[in-house]
């Protein structure tokens, strides 16, 4: 994939892309700086991560429909490879709403699924069952791109960064390495 498809796919749908990469939540984590803005923080961030649990449980399944859907064993292997991992991080988020930031493990799982992200992991199964691999994968990549962006801005612009959501979010996602694997595996 050439970075200039991928810029295509991008101004394909501007309008929303850049609405992601403005978002209002995104803007108040980086600008948090007194007590009251960080705890109104907080409570966004906490939904914000047992969603992202739910999403990375179904991230298995897209991830076992696009290895189906691949075009060889290698790749089976390595989609594999992937829904383990998509376990492992999944888990790691459910531990991290409860260790970190207090919420019941419980009380997480029978959080009401958001609609946004039902529709989104829908989207993602769909093109993972309906479409050829390559299709599948291309899907994710603004999304990738696009949290790559918003991490890379929170990280020049975030007044504290001793925060759990700075150092569970803009950390890892302003990592290319990490957000590449996420596109290649």
């Not at 490879?81 to 991290?96: F, G, M, N, T, W």
Request: hydrophobic share 35%; net charge negative; with cysteine.
């Amino acid at each position: 994939m050439t970075a200039s498809f991928v810029a295509f796919l991008i101004e394909s749908c501007s309008d929303s892309f850049q609405k992601m990469l403005n978002n209002k939540f995104c803007h108040d984590m980086a600008a948090a700086n007194t007590d009251r803005e960080i705890e109104n923080v907080l409570k966004g961030f906490k939904w914000y991560m047992v969603q992202d649990y739910f999403y990375c449980e179904e991230l298995m399944r897209v991830d076992a429909a696009r290895a189906s859907n691949a075009p060889t064993s290698a790749d089976v292997l390595e989609g594999a490879k992937h829904v383990s991992k998509s376990y492992e991080y999944a888990q790691s988020q459910l531990d991290l709403c409860e260790k970190s930031m207090g919420i019941p493990k419980d009380k997480a799982l029978a959080a009401e699924r958001d609609k946004a992200t039902k529709s989104y992991v829908q989207f993602e199964v769909s093109t993972a069952q309906d479409l050829d691999w390559i299709s599948s994968k291309i899907a994710t990549i603004p999304c990738i791109q696009g949290y790559y962006k918003i991490a890379k801005k929170m990280e020049r612009e975030s007044k504290k960064k001793d925060t759990v959501w700075y150092q569970n979010w803009v950390v890892p996602n302003s990592d290319w390495s990490y957000c590449e694997s996420q596109i290649l595996v």
